[in-house]
């Protein structure tokens, strides 16, 4: 079974600067997509970024990229002038080509001090 | 606003009671899905419906049922409700049968389960 492993369970950045979330996976298949997903206080799960594992270059919205290493199973998001609604629960999440199944990692609470 | 609709928005029962909890796809979307997310358990797929007939199966447990109606609406039924049943019920929805496209799910707001 498809495992996504988040190992920081708490980050904190300072507004303006960049964080890094780190999230690993691991899988047989060669083709896959890996999400993240943000969830503020509302709780409400907003899409942030997609990466197709057949594409090699990152993908990239606004202030948020990933780096992806399909060798190492490594899908971190990067978060660039961090901004005080960052704030949030961040979610990685893994899902097969051929499957409808979103697999969640633990989450990183990501706080952001002014 | 995903476009995902889910009532109600927080629920309250006692042990051994049955609820239903209820979910609109985005417009056009044909798949529908169920998460459970709770402090232990984290977010867990529960199942999948597409265009009415069951998709994908997860962890959900016997005393949960699930359908998708001819409108595409969908009910998450819990029944016997136990303690550990108390989490935030996500249903998200598709476009795609889960098998191509871009692969992205979109979220509703959630249901807040309570059991006491």
């Known amino acids: 079974a498809q495992t996504v492993t988040q190992s920081q369970p708490e980050m904190s950045v300072q507004e303006a600067e960049t964080v890094t979330l780190s999230c690993t996976y691991d899988?047989?298949?060669?083709?896959?997509?890996l999400f993240w997903y943000k969830q503020p206080p509302s709780r409400q799960m907003i899409l942030v970024i997609r990466?197709?594992?057949?594409?090699?270059q990152n993908a990239t919205e606004n202030r948020f990229s990933v780096n992806f290493q399909k060798a190492a199973k490594s899908f971190s998001l990067k978060i660039s002038d961090s901004q005080l609604g960052d704030a949030a629960m961040y979610f990685c999440?893994?899902?097969?080509?051929?499957?409808?199944?979103?697999?969640f990692g633990e989450g990183t609470q990501l706080t952001v001090n002014p | 606003d995903s476009g995902v609709t889910q009532t109600p928005k927080h629920l309250i029962t006692a042990t051994g009671q049955r609820v239903t909890l209820r979910c609109s796809p985005r417009?056009?979307?044909?798949?529908v899905y169920w998460y459970q997310q709770s402090l232990d358990q984290g977010l867990q797929f529960l199942i999948q419906?597409?265009?009415?007939?069951?998709?994908a199966k997860g962890n959900i447990l016997e005393r949960f049922s699930a359908q998708q109606f001819p409108d595409l609406h969908s009910e998450l039924n819990l029944s016997s409700l136990e303690l550990g049943d108390s989490a935030l019920y996500f249903c998200?929805?598709?476009?795609?049968?889960?098998?191509?496209?871009?692969?992205?799910?979109?979220f509703g707001p959630g249901t807040r389960l309570t059991v006491l």
């Open positions: 998200a929805s598709s476009e795609d049968p889960g098998t191509s496209g871009r692969g992205e799910q979109f």
């Open positions: 899988t047989s298949e060669s083709d896959y997509y």
């Open positions: 990466q197709e594992a057949y594409k090699q």
């Open positions: 999440a893994y899902r097969e080509t051929s499957g409808s199944r979103l697999t």
């Open positions: 417009s056009g979307d044909l798949s």
């Open positions: 419906y597409y265009n009415g007939e069951e998709r």
